[in-house]
């Protein structure tokens, strides 16, 4: 099995890539699923995505492999995780926890510890190769640091220290707040407010059995995701970003010991200007075109002199003249990404 | 700024260019001798990353001194509610670096969007303002918003403290949300290219700041618009005859007429005045981009 990590910031197209590269393989023989975060509705539409856990096979005529698609929902992963995890006694008590959906939307790495829980879940379904489409910004890598951290709180014992303390003030009014932690706390509370403290102790105390259920294995798909012979990370920009981004990403995955094998430069205006003189508004909009052409031409000649030689490869993608609308334009992206060099080892 | 908003801002999906169009109407202003405060949403460390000021005092040596870049990290903030609270050095100290307290104020949700949200409106109130009695530190002050859903529960967090918390906090939030329920204090431009996701989440923030905020937005930036986007229909028209004369010209025209299509549909469901900002071929470097946008960009008509 491989997986494609993609990484980028927003606007670059970076759902469509990942998703014409799941094409590119499944054309080629394997069984490939993308793995999605926010795709456009279109894009959405084009994949059969539906909200919820579910992967979706999509049909596409003359490929010899599979082409699946899934989506990161959030909110029914921790759900998922909650119903398996949990105790069953406490399973309805988080989810009807007043603050669980509000944790569930904002609590820091919560939906990094997700993309990494949803990957675990996809890793064991059988597929060949699974392309994971990050969250689009700069930090999307935190999507790789984040459950980590997130492990490495729950097992300091921290929750389960604070929840144990938290009950204790309960149980004598929290009249005997003392020293050390207790003390913090209630300092906490003082200037925090009552409700909002001891509801997110309250909840930790429900929810710890499953955040060190889940810290054990977000360790496991993080380490998968180092090795090299399993995982390649693909930077996705455009032109106008590309030496900033690939310097940015190729730092950032170097420091976190990820391995690069590719620059992916979407949606460029590279056509050979035509030799035929026009006139008026065509004339206006040809000179449009050739000015945004070789500022582009330039910034990919620029990247690939300072980072060409960090990555295996540079893919240079055209622009298409519509949006990504349906299996047909994801195959006009597609094939410009073939072949595609990771092969599937069964 | 006579009798406009204090707070102006610019918000919109990721990468459509919020960064790039709040530095150029900020460094417009700062040429014209205005004051101006641009709070980021990037950390100043990777703001460059975005768009890059180097080169500003040689170039514009007046502007430099009229301009101020801040990024605000929630965290020093509410660090500085403990100082407040805890004067003994010592003890604010011990709170703020117990593992216990760093962990609630990650988890506790909206506290960090909260604080972030009261610091803008002390800022919004060093601007001048005829109304007010104070001195002004500045004369104008942009947010350039992060992307659209954490610009909402930024926007939000205030609401929320006000109705599920009691205290202080609470009198709070439903201070800081009369503030920004108000068009008299904030002006909002969203930021869009003519691209599906971009004009989705606009209307997105328009729709959510009437109904929750009773804001209406100033004007939509259009940004990276081709030149077929204003142009008459009579020279649309012609250009049926060279489209398809190259994979170029073809692509350009597919392009423009799918902007000029989408330029309509968002003028049907979102009727604002809409500020047409050129594609731009990158400059040689970023300072000369951010001229030029600013200078076809006058936004001071909509105060």
Redesign the interface.
């Known amino acids: 099995m491989k997986i494609v990590v993609c990484v980028g ?4 197209g970076k759902t469509s890539v990942a998703a014409a590269m799941a094409l590119a393989q499944a054309r080629a023989g394997a069984k490939c699923l993308v793995l999605t975060t926010d795709p ?3 894009l959405k539409t084009a994949l059969g995505l539906k909200d919820g856990l579910h992967e979706q096979r999509v049909a596409v005529a003359d490929a010899k492999g599979e082409l699946w698609a899934a989506q990161l929902d959030v909110n029914a992963t921790l759900d998922d995780a909650v119903l398996l995890h949990a105790k069953p006694a406490n399973r309805e008590k988080i989810l009807q926890h007043p ?1 669980y959906r ?2 569930a ?4 790495g919560m939906q990094e510890l997700m993309a990494v829980e949803r990957i675990d879940q996809l890793i064991r379904r059988g597929f060949d190769n699974i392309v994971v489409d990050t969250a ?3 930090h999307a890598l935190d999507t790789f640091d984040k459950p980590v951290l997130f492990a490495d ?1 729950s097992d ?1 014992g ?1 929750v389960r220290f ?1 929840s144990r303390t938290y009950k204790f003030a309960e149980a004598i009014g929290l009249t005997g707040v003392g020293r050390g ?1 207790l003390e ?2 209630s ?2 509370e ?4 009552t ?3 001891r509801q ?1 102790l309250d909840f930790y105390s429900l929810f710890y059995p499953i955040a060190e259920g889940y810290s054990e294995r977000a360790r496991k798909t993080v380490a998968m995701l180092r090795d090299p012979a399993v995982t390649e990370f693909r930077v996705v920009t455009i032109p ?1 970003k590309a030496v ?1 981004d690939a310097g ?1 990403f190729l730092e950032q995955l170097k420091k976190r010991k990820f391995a690069t094998g590719m620059i992916c430069v979407n949606r460029t ?1 590279l ?4 030799e ?1 003189a ?1 006139a ?3 004339a ?3 000179d ?9 031409a330039s ?1 990919i000649a620029k990247m690939t002199e300072a980072h060409g030689s960090q990555v295996r490869e540079i893919r240079v993608l055209h ?1 298409l ?3 990504v609308d349906g299996v047909e334009s994801l195959r006009a992206l597609a094939v410009q990404l073939e072949p595609e060099p990771l092969r599937a080892t069964p | 700024m006579d009798g406009s908003a204090r707070l102006v801002i610019f918000c919109g ?4 260019g919020k960064t790039t169009l709040s530095l150029a109407a900020g460094l417009q202003h700062a040429t014209q001798g205005r004051k101006v405060l641009v709070v980021s949403s990037h950390p100043l460390s ?1 703001l460059a ?2 768009v890059s000021l180097e080169g500003l005092s040689a170039r514009f040596p007046a502007a430099a001194q009229n301009l101020f870049v801040l990024h605000i990290d929630p965290k020093d903030l509410i660090a500085d ?2 100082h407040k ?2 004067p003994v050095p010592v003890m604010a100290r ?2 703020l670096d ?4 760093t ?2 104020i ?6 960090k969007e909260f604080f972030f949200l009261g610091r803008m409106q002390e800022l919004s109130e060093r601007v001048k303002n005829n109304s007010a009695s104070d001195v002004p530190e500045y004369d104008y002050l942009i947010w350039d918003a992060p ?1 659209s859903g954490h610009f909402l ?1 930024t926007l939000r967090s205030a609401k929320s403290f006000e109705v ?4 202080p ?2 009198a709070a939030g439903a201070q800081i949300h009369r503030f920004f329920s108000s068009s008299g204090n904030i002006q909002l431009f969203p930021v869009t ?1 003519l ?4 004009i ?1 989440e606009t209307l997105d923030i328009a729709t959510a700041m009437t109904k929750d905020f009773d804001v209406t937005c100033s004007a939509v930036l259009v940004n990276c618009a ?3 986007c204003d ?1 008459p229909e009579s ?2 028209a ?2 049926e005859a ?1 489209r398809n ?12 007429l ?1 902007e000029r299509e989408r330029l309509a549909e968002l003028r049907a469901r979102l009727p604002l005045p809409q500020v047409l900002v050129p ?1 731009i ?2 400059s040689s470097n970023d300072l000369d981009l951010l001229v030029r946008i600013g200078g076809g960009m006058d936004l001071s008509r909509f105060a």
């Open positions: 910031t927003g606007g670059v456009a509705l279109r603050i509000t944790i939307g904002s609590l820091a689009p910004s700069r709180f300091s921290k604070v932690a913090i706390y300092r906490a003082s200037i925090f407010g409700n909002m403290v997110i106008s900033r940015f205006w056509h050979a200007m035509p035929m026009v008026g508004l065509a206006e909009l040809l449009w075109y050739r000015g945004v052409s070789d500022s582009q910034a622009e003249e519509r949006d | 999906k990721g990468g459509v990777e990353l975005a509610v403990v609270y805890f011990k709170i117990s593992s216990l307290f962990n609630l990650e988890v506790a949700p909206g506290l992307a529960s599920f918390l009691t205290g906090l609470a290219p691209e599906e996701m971009a989705a081709s030149p077929l142009a020279e649309i012609a250009l060279v004369s190259s994979p170029a010209m073809r692509f350009a025209v597919e392009r423009g799918l594609r071929n990158h």
